[in-house]
């Protein structure tokens, strides 16, 4: 319990924990509990998973087994940038297959990563249903479309900027 | 409140990633500030399926069509047809217009061949508003049959309608309601299946968006056939809209008794929640999705026992998916007979494809069975970009095939299709150009494969991955003149051993491949040559001396420092330390460069 305190604050341990208790009352729900807590954390460390399998009585290998099978779950945390690149059919004909490895060597991480200066994470989306814009990526909830690789490096680029002159303004 | 006109801004997935909603916001200020926002109402729909020319806006009682709006356009058309009565020309969609009118949408090449059966309420009603989906004539279909008919009634009539499951298999939906109809057990539950894995297809999603009653009042009529009283929508978590206008939906199903205890004053109950799926394409597959909504992982188990006699909670169980229940009231309400009639001699009705890929318009269409693919991609898709040539369509997702230009007038049905090697999957139809070289697009599927095969058969986790290891194999340009062998006898042996429909699907990409386009993938491995130009490692890059300036761009861009040469002397590339990255064939300005 200290250990998640420390990581995200007694509030919202105790807010997900309040969640928990609805929430178990109904058989099968599992998956929503797992989807509340990677809402709430971004993620589902290996502490979260083992709040759950207190509360619920169901085994953590049972737990860290259906993490673990299904893609919406993670258990290392997101960046601050969540950069979904779209490799659906569509999008991969028009080129995101391109765009992937652009993106991989810019960030220097592998899909499923996060930057160790934990500013962007990468994955790579089945399908964000925008295939009229193909090829896309979708960063924090923001569509981009119609992408060629120099572009969404240029994107990457622009959000770097962004970013440090906000947090230049905030310390001012 | 009356209006005297709408305002209609799409609010599907595609336009408003194109950015509708401030096209929508930019209406309702400069509505309000002419004075108007009494007189007409703007209105968020679901999907209008032109896709490619989003953000659309439709504005009534004229029916005109603004394409590629954007905020700036929005007072010139408050000003000129809102407030004076003249539709502002130079934003319509061009094809509906002409020197003397405006021609109807119905009458444009993109909607002409297309019926609207399962859409048939998208992009005209606002989805949030119950009172607008029954003005359209929702829960008329459930009311008829709660007070005209018995459940063996409204299976009959289903079967005779010869409705199949539109998720892919193609089951007949009577049928299988007749099983659970049969069963003692009780309670009985009836399952939507909502969570469209499919990479390139986004059909459910925007039914339920732009029409979710449809889905609900589907639920129920079959809850009444089989005799539950319980549904449950799995919706993928990754659809926020989707569920939030699901969610809206029941809600006011509720208020208005459409859900609930003693619908229509009968002693019929009925309610729907909603369980969240969290992202594994094999959840598609019945018994997975079972596992998946009792909160266990999403693994399949071997048929018999089917869901009908041991489904949710080991109780019968049907299981159908988005788009079949949108079906449901319109055949009830128009009859079986109307429905049979439409469509071919074994596949009845119209189904809805998600048209994406190396094709002009890109969109959500809804055809009669029976339309050729050449109608879909030529007429409606409106042909392929950049005067590139036709190579094949691929249909069905990861468990379909690919269809080349020789088969383009095969009608389209199930059957059909599952001769040809593909199959109708949910919708998905994914248009592949000259440009697109088909081992690559094999690897991708087999990529997908092995990333969603839950693990838990042999033939499926293990096989999938030495077919793909094989592939990697041959666009890496190692392949061997066995491999194709290979590859056929390991595709045969997951087709007859793997347990569930994933699994017996997943070699279809490459048999397909293999079957129209072999020529392909002896390419790369006799002649270790990529035809479309696509696989890396098959490529050389040689610089063209007649057309080099010798400016050293390319020299001086190279990461390896391959290229190497004298300043307006032609330059040459050393083949030998060439890694084929391609920067010196972006780079030069002259495109003096060419890759084989």
């Known amino acids: 319990m200290e250990q998640l305190y420390e990581l995200f604050g007694i509030d919202r341990v105790e807010e997900f924990r309040a969640k928990l208790e609805e929430l178990k009352k109904v058989p099968g729900s599992m998956i929503s509990i797992l989807n509340e807590a990677q809402e709430m954390f971004g993620y589902i460390p290996f502490q979260v998973q083992e709040l759950i399998s207190k509360e619920t009585g169901v085994p953590l290998t049972e737990i860290f087994g259906i993490v673990t099978f299904y893609s919406r779950f993670s258990i290392i945390p997101a960046g601050k940038y969540k950069i979904s690149l779209c490799l659906g059919t569509a999008c991969y004909v028009r080129g995101s297959g391109q765009i992937l490895e652009k993106l991989k060597e810019n960030l220097g991480i592998n899909e499923g990563e996060t930057t160790s200066d934990g500013m962007f994470s990468l994955e790579a989306a089945r399908c964000l249903g925008a295939c009229a814009l193909a090829p896309v990526m979708m960063i924090n909830g923001e569509v981009y479309g119609r992408l060629t690789p120099d572009e969404a490096v240029k994107v990457i680029q622009r959000i770097k900027k962004q970013d440090l002159s906000q947090a230049a303004a905030e310390v001012e | 409140m009356l209006y005297r006109s709408h305002v209609m801004v799409c609010g599907g997935t595609g336009c408003t990633s194109s950015g509708s909603d401030n096209v929508a916001a930019a209406f309702v200020s400069e509505i309000k500030k002419a004075g108007l926002d009494k007189e007409v109402a703007v209105i968020r729909t679901g999907c209008f399926g032109l896709c490619e020319l989003g953000p659309v806006v439709v504005i009534y009682p004229e029916g005109v069509f603004y394409s590629k709006m954007k905020p700036e356009y929005v007072p010139e058309i408050v000003e000129e047809h809102l407030l004076k009565g003249r539709p502002v020309t130079k934003y319509l969609f061009g094809e509906t217009v002409s020197e003397k009118e405006i021609k109807p949408l119905e009458e444009t090449t993109f909607y002409k061949k297309q019926m609207r059966v399962a859409l048939r309420n998208c992009g005209i009603i606002d989805p949030e508003d119950i009172e607008e989906a029954i003005a359209m004539g929702a829960y008329e279909a459930l009311g008829k049959v709660l007070t005209t ?18 998720g892919g298999g193609g089951f007949p939906t009577g049928l299988k309601w007749e099983f659970a109809h049969k069963q003692k057990e009780t309670p009985k539950y009836v399952v939507c299946n909502a969570d469209e894995g499919d990479p390139g297809a986004f059909m459910d999603r925007s039914i339920m968006e732009g029409d979710p009653h449809s889905v609900l009042e589907g639920m129920a009529i079959a809850g009444y056939a089989i005799g539950a009283n319980h549904g449950v929508i799995y919706v993928r978590a990754e659809y926020p809209l989707a569920v939030k206008r699901l969610q809206i939906a029941i809600k006011q199903a509720r208020e208005y008794g459409l859900l609930g205890g003693n619908i229509f ?223 056929e006898k390991l595709a045969t042996t997951i087709k007859d051993t793997a347990l569930c429909g994933l699994g017996q699907t997943a070699p279809n990409a490459v048999l397909s491949t293999l079957r129209y386009f072999r020529n392909e993938y002896e390419a790369h491995i006799n002649q270790k040559k990529c035809p479309a130009g696509v696989c890396q490692a098959l490529l050389s890059y040689t610089i063209i001396a007649d057309k080099c300036r010798g400016c050293g761009l390319c020299a001086r861009n190279c990461p390896v420092n391959a290229i190497s040469g004298q300043l307006k002397q032609p330059f040459v590339i050393n083949q030998e330390a060439c890694i084929k990255c391609g920067t010196c064939f972006e780079k030069c300005p002259f495109g003096a460069i060419v890759k084989q």
């Open chain 2, 149 to 166: 008919m018995t459940p063996e009634q409204v299976i009959d009539e289903m079967k005779k309608s010869g409705l199949r499951g539109r």
């Open chain 2, 265 to 487: 004053g009968t002693d019929f109950s009925f309610d729907v929640e909603i369980r969240f799926g969290a992202g594994a394409f094999v959840c598609g597959e019945e018994t997975a999705l079972l596992n998946s909504v009792m909160g266990r992982r999403g693994e399949p188990r071997p048929r018999p026992p089917y869901p009908a006699v041991k489904g949710l909670w080991n109780k019968p169980t049907i299981i159908n998916n988005v788009e079949t229940f949108a079906n449901v009231p319109a055949i009830i309400s128009n009859g079986a007979a109307w429905f049979s009639s439409i469509g071919t001699e074994k596949s009845k009705g119209t189904k809805v494809f998600a048209l994406t890929g190396k094709v002009n318009r890109t969109g959500l269409i809804e055809v009669p069975m029976g339309t050729t693919l050449r109608d879909i991609i030529f007429d409606i898709g409106g042909g392929i970009p950049d005067g590139k040539r036709f190579k094949a369509v691929q249909i069905g997702g990861p468990s379909g095939g690919c269809i080349p230009e020789e088969h383009l007038d095969t009608v389209i049905d199930y059957d059909s299709l599952i001769s040809l090697g593909a199959m109708m999957g949910s919708g998905g139809l994914v248009v592949m150009d000259e440009d697109t070289c088909m081992v690559n697009v094999a690897k991708f599927f087999l990529e997908f494969i092995v990333d969603e095969s839950c693990g838990k058969c042999a033939p499926c986790r293990i096989g999938t991955k030495r077919m793909l290891e094989i592939l990697d194999k041959i666009t890496s340009g190692k392949g061997e003149p066995e491999d194709i062998d290979r590859l």
